[in-house]
C-alpha cells in the first residue's frame, strides 16, 4: 500500500497513545480519590466551558471496546497511564485494591491479543491530598512518588516490560505552577522551578525503586520536545533562541541525560528563585541511565527578542504557516531537528515518539466516516521525516499516535478532537477515522510478520 511501511523495521514497535484522566471518568468509582484536574476543572473558567474527566470517555467502563479497537487495527502497543489516585487515594499510605485490580485487568486484556502495555506512571493527575500538602515544590511529592511506583511496579511488573516514570515534566511544572493554565493553576515562578527539579527527583528516585524490585524491565521517561528558531537570521534573536530551548527543552534532557542543569539557565532564573532546592546528590540520582527517553513532538516555537534591548523578554512569533486545530504550525522538519540534536548533544539513548498528531475540525459524515486527510497528511509528514532520520542514523523504536480516542484536552476540554478514532461526547459511542484505517495499515504492513 505504502512505501513508507518499508522503511521501517519488522521490530518498530507502533502504537497509539492515550492518559487516564483525558479517557477514564469513572472519577469517584472504586475508591479513586479526588486528582488536582477534578479540583482544577470544578473552578470556574479554568477549562473550556467548564469541561471535566467526570465521564471523559468513559474508559474505566469500556475499556474492552477500546482494547478491541486497537486490536483490530493490529497495532503493537498501547501507552496509556495509571491514575495515582486510583492507587493511593490519599497520595500516599493505604492502597486500593480495585484501583490496581483495574489495570491489573488492563494489562491482562492486551497481552491476550498481543498487545504490548506501556504504562506512564504519572501523566499529570497529581492526588489531591498532595497538592493540599504543597504538591509538587515540595521534595516530599517526589519520595510519594518512588513509594506509588514501588506499589504499581510491585503488582504489573510481572507482565509489563516498559515504564514511564513522567509524561511531560515541563508541563506539569511550567503550566501547573508558572502560568497556571493546568492543574492545580499556580502562577508562582519560584515554586513552578521547584516543581520541575523535584519531578526529576521523582523521576530518579521511582528508577532506582523500579530497577531494585525488577531489575529485569526497562525505564525511560517521556519529555515534551520543541524544535525552537529564530525569527530571522540576523542573530538579534539567537539569545531568545538559547533561553526558550534552555528552558523547554535542555533544563528537561540535561538533568536526566548529562545529570546537571544546564548552567546558561541556572543564571537565566537567579533571580526567580526556586533553585535552592536543587541538591548535588539528587542529580546523581536523577541522571541514573536510562533505558530509552520518550519524545513527544507537536511544533516548533518562532521567537523572537523583546522589544527592549538587553532585556530577558522574548516573543513568541505567530507564522503564517498551516496550523492544526489547536493552532499550532505543522511543522515536521522539527522533528528532525529535535531528533538529530538529541543525538548530537546526548550520550547515546534508545527513543521512541511516544506522542505525536494533531487536533482537526472532524465531522463524522452521514455514511458513518470521518474523512480526516488532514490527520493523514500530518502522521505521514512526521514519519516521514521519522524514517529519514532512523535511516540517518538515530535510534528510534517506535512511534506512539496521540491519541487513540478522542477526549478531554485539558484546559481546552472537549473542543479539540487528537484521536483517530472519533468520540461522540454524546452517545460515546466509538468510529475509527479515515486515519485510523492509514496508521493501522501501515504498522501491519511494517509488522506483518508479528501480528
Ligand atoms: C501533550 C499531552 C497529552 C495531550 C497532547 C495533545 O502535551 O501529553 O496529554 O494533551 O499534548
Known amino acids: 500500500m505504502n512505501a513508507l511501511g518499508d522503511r521501517f523495521a519488522p521490530e518498530f514497535v507502533w502504537g497509539v497513545a492515550t492518559s487516564s484522566y483525558q479517557i477514564e471518568g469513572a472519577t469517584t468509582e472504586d475508591g479513586r480519590g479526588p486528582s488536582i484536574w477534578d479540583v482544577f476543572a470544578a473552578r470556574p473558567g479554568r477549562t473550556h466551558r467548564g469541561h471535566d474527566g467526570a465521564v ?38 493505604a492502597v486500593e485494591p480495585r484501583g490496581l485490580a ?45 513509594d506509588y511506583a514501588e506499589i504499581v511496579v510491585d503488582a504489573l511488573g510481572d507482565r509489563v516490560r516498559h515504564w514511564t516514570t513522567l509524561n511531560e515534566p515541563w508541563c506539569a511544572a ?24 523535584h519531578l526529576h527527583l521523582a523521576h530518579g528516585l521511582a528508577l532506582e ?43 528537561f534532557l540535561d538533568p536526566i541525560l548529562l545529570g546537571r542543569y544546564p548552567q546558561d539557565v541556572l543564571d537565566d532564573v537567579a533571580g526567580v528563585g526556586g533553585t535552592d532546592v536543587i541538591g548535588d546528590e539528587d542529580l546523581t540520582v536523577i541522571g541514573a541511565p536510562v533505558d530509552f527517553l520518550g519524545v ?49 548533544d546526548y550520550p547515546p539513548v534508545p527513543i521512541y515518539i511516544t506522542e505525536n498528531g494533531a487536533a482537526f475540525d472532524d465531522v463524522l459524515g452521514v455514511d458513518g466516516r470521518v474523512r ?27 512511534y506512539f499516535a496521540w491519541s487513540l480516542l478522542d477526549n478531554f484536552e485539558w484546559a481546552e476540554g472537549y473542543r479539540k478532537r487528537f484521536g483517530i478514532v472519533y468520540v461522540d461526547f454524546e452517545t460515546l459511542e466509538r468510529t475509527p477515522k479515515d486515519s485510523a484505517h492509514w496508521f493501522g495499515a501501515l504498522a501491519r504492513q511494517t509488522a506483518k510478520e508479528r501480528r
Open 174 to 197: 511550567f503550566l501547573g505552577y508558572g502560568s497556571g493554565v493546568h492543574a492545580p493553576g499556580r502562577t508562582e515562578p519560584a515554586a513552578a522551578l521547584a516543581a520541575s527539579h
Open 209 to 251: 525503586r523500579i530497577r531494585a524490585r525488577r531489575p529485569d524491565v526497562e525505564v525511560g521517561v517521556t519529555l515534551n520536545l520543541y524544535a525552537v528558531s529564530p525569527a530571522d537570521d540576523t542573530g538579534r534573536h539567537d539569545d531568545a533562541v538559547r533561553r526558550i530551548d534552555g528552558l523547554m527543552n535542555r533544563w
Open 56 to 93: 471523559a470517555v468513559d474508559h474505566y467502563h469500556r475499556w474492552r471496546q477500546d482494547v478491541a479497537l486497537i486490536d483490530q487495527l493490529g497495532l503493537d502497543a498501547y501507552r496509556f497511564s495509571i491514575a495515582w489516585p486510583r492507587i493511593q487515594p490519599e497520595g500516599a499510605g
Open 372 to 398: 480526516d486527510d488532514d490527520r493523514i497528511d500530518f502522521l505521514r509528514r512526521h514519519l516521514t521525516v521519522l524514517a529519514d532520520a532512523i535511516e540517518d542514523g538515530v535510534d528510534v523504536r517506535g
Open 296 to 344: 513527544n513532538y507537536y511544533t516548533r516555537h518562532v521567537v523572537a527578542a523583546g522589544p527592549w534591548p538587553g532585556s530577558a523578554e522574548v516573543e513568541f512569533v505567530s507564522r503564517d504557516w498551516p496550523k492544526t486545530a489547536s493552532g499550532w504550525d505543522i511543522d515536521p522538519e522539527g522533528l528532525g531537528e529535535v531528533l538529530a540534536r538529541v543525538r548530537r
Open 102 to 146: 483495574f489495570y491489573d485487568r488492563l494489562v491482562d486484556g492486551l497481552l491476550e491479543v498481543g498487545i504490548e502495555p506501556w504504562p506512564t506512571l504519572f501523566h499529570w493527575d497529581l492526588p489531591q491530598a498532595l497538592e493540599d500538602a504543597g504538591g509538587w515544590p515540595r521534595r516530599e511529592t517526589a519520595e510519594r512518588f518512588a
